[in-house]
């Protein structure tokens, strides 16, 4: 008997707009691989429809998103899905080449290939923002969020020089970076903002309507413009270090993988998004 599909990705088109909400809410809208792969697939169905102009990426229930799924009862690393970059099947490899092999195709080669999508794209962004969540965020064009919404990178913790998507010295001030990911400490949307991470902070409660607004306003601009703009903006940070300061650090990362693997016997411990959820429900009853 066939396991059913999870469907951890929803699509919904409205007008020229495509909304791909993260649809794993009891687990925080952490990235296993399944959802990962779906995603993509979003993101390409959005590109294929000539009708879409603009993405917003959402996430369902509480959170944005927890980061990659290292805890949860559906993660899958052993499993295989269907390459979308060159890499190739990192199941049939062992030791260190089977996580850098993974992690080259879907932790750092889709974010590439998302932060790259010809379209004009929208993270609006509620809840927590942890470590991984961070890049599906970044990797948008703009970032609008909620005045609850939180983030912070604890990988540190675990031994990490940060996620594999690097882009903290440009999402943040090297300073600010630094010390973001030194303390490990969420920071506010407030805070978010004030560093130029953010576009927009709004209520809750005006949150869609607000990044809806914004994302119509920009379905109104010549598409071919919105293009070039984005290409030529993304291509002057590549000059300023973009790509090869994370190329850099993704070695340093899977270098720091294989110590805690040898020093520990743990290729990877920490935070757990399991956690996550359980915290939001003790909070809940405390608020009842």
């Known amino acids: 008997m066939n396991k059913k599909k999870n469907n951890y990705i929803k699509n919904t088109v409205k007008g020229p707009v495509s909304i791909i909400s993260l649809n794993r809410p009891d687990y925080s809208n952490a990235q296993n ?10 993101f390409r169905q959005a590109m294929d429809d000539d009708n879409v102009k603009v993405i917003i990426l959402k996430g369902e229930g509480k959170h944005f ?20 970059s060159m890499w190739y099947d990192h199941t049939k490899k062992e030791g260190g080449e089977f996580y850098y092999a993974r992690e080259q195709e879907i932790y750092l080669g889709m974010c590439r290939r998302w932060r790259d999508i010809p379209k004009p794209t929208i ?7 942890i470590a991984a969540g961070l890049a599906l965020a970044w990797v948008c064009d703009l970032i609008i969020a909620s005045e609850d919404s939180f983030y912070s990178d604890p990988t540190l913790k675990m031994g990490l020089p940060g996620i594999e998507y690097f882009g903290h010295p440009f999402e943040l001030n090297p300073r600010i970076a630094k010390e973001f990911l030194f303390l490990g400490e969420k920071i506010s949307a407030k805070r978010a903002y004030e560093m130029g991470m953010l576009n927009k902070v709004v209520p809750l409660r005006e949150l869609e309507k607000e990044t809806m607004e914004i994302a119509n306003k920009i379905a109104e601009i010549p598409s071919l413009a919105l293009t070039l703009t984005k290409q030529s903006i993304n291509h002057i940070q590549d000059l300023q ?9 993704f070695g ?8 805690n693997d040898l020093v520990q016997g ?12 359980e915290k939001s429900e003790d909070q809940d009853k405390k608020k009842s």
Do not use: N, W
Request: charged share 25%; hydrophobic share 30%; aromatic share 10%.
């Open 123 to 129: 993270a609006m962004v509620h809840g927590a923002c």
């Open 65 to 84: 998103c927890a980061g990659h799924d290292i805890g949860t009862p559906d993660r899958d690393l052993d499993k295989s899905y269907e390459i979308k």
């Open 252 to 259: 340093y990362h899977h270098f720091a993988h294989t110590h």
């Open 241 to 249: 270090g973009h790509r090869s300061g994370m190329d850099a650090t």
């Open 266 to 277: 743990e290729y990877l411990s920490g935070f757990d998004a399991k956690k996550l959820k």
């Open 33 to 42: 691989g399944a959802m990962t792969y779906q995603l993509d697939d979003a």
